[in-house]
């Protein structure tokens, strides 16, 4: 009976992992797909409308749709054929990595590293456990998105937060930004 029980709290354990690994690659792949997107088509966000707006939430790059729960999936059908996107994620719904990681960087005067970061995510929301990767990938598609700048001093890349007036209150722009208008 105890092995029973033992095997069974084992088996929860594992679902739990799985659960967590689950929903990791879930959110890489929404990132992954939004960065192709901008790829295939980089006029789809004029540089522009990039300087302009603030780096209040994070947009959802078109493509990057997390899976819905099941129960939800018909409404969010309806929502992609009409072209409609959600800027907050339902009720109930973790925050995507995208905005936690502008947040916690929204904090810091000085530029940030991704590592630094992924530490400072890990100890604020034990319950997320990106990879390095997934936290690298995620970073530069804000920074393709214009509301973060990458920073590079020797072989590290930093990065800051876009101030709504398009600086980035480092004194200068170091031209990392990547796109032509």
């Given amino acids: 009976m105890e092995q029973a029980a033992s095997d069974l709290e084992e088996n929860r354990r594992e679902q739990q992992e799985l659960i967590r690994r689950l929903e990791t690659l879930r959110e890489e792949?929404?990132?992954?797909?939004?960065i192709l997107d901008l790829a295939e088509h980089p006029s789809a966000v004029?540089?522009?409308a990039r300087d302009e707006e603030p780096a209040g939430p994070a947009r959802t790059p078109p493509g990057a749709v997390t899976p819905p729960a099941p129960a939800?999936?018909?409404?969010?059908?309806?929502?992609?054929?009409?072209?409609?996107?959600?800027?907050?994620?339902?009720?109930?719904?973790?925050?995507?990595?995208?905005?936690?990681?502008?947040?916690?960087l929204a904090g810091h005067e000085e530029p940030c590293s991704a590592a630094e970061l992924r530490e400072e995510l890990l100890?604020?929301?034990?319950?997320r456990m990106p990879t390095p990767q997934v936290v690298?990938?995620?970073l530069e598609g804000l920074v393709a998105k214009g509301?973060?700048?990458?920073?590079?001093?020797?072989?590290?890349?930093?990065?800051t937060v876009v101030a709504p007036d398009g600086r980035d209150g480092?004194?200068?722009?170091?031209g990392a930004a990547h796109g032509t208008g």
């Fill in 46 to 48: 004029p540089e522009q």
């Fill in 136 to 138: 690298r990938n995620t």
């Fill in 29 to 34: 792949e929404a990132l992954l797909k939004g």
């Fill in 123 to 127: 100890r604020a929301h034990p319950d």
């Fill in 170 to 174: 480092t004194g200068g722009d170091d």
């Fill in 72 to 104: 939800q999936r018909s409404d969010t059908a309806t929502r992609k054929r009409r072209g409609a996107r959600t800027r907050r994620p339902p009720a109930g719904r973790r925050p995507l990595l995208r905005d936690l990681l502008l947040g916690l």
């Fill in 147 to 159: 509301l973060i700048r990458r920073h590079k001093q020797k072989r590290s890349v930093l990065y």
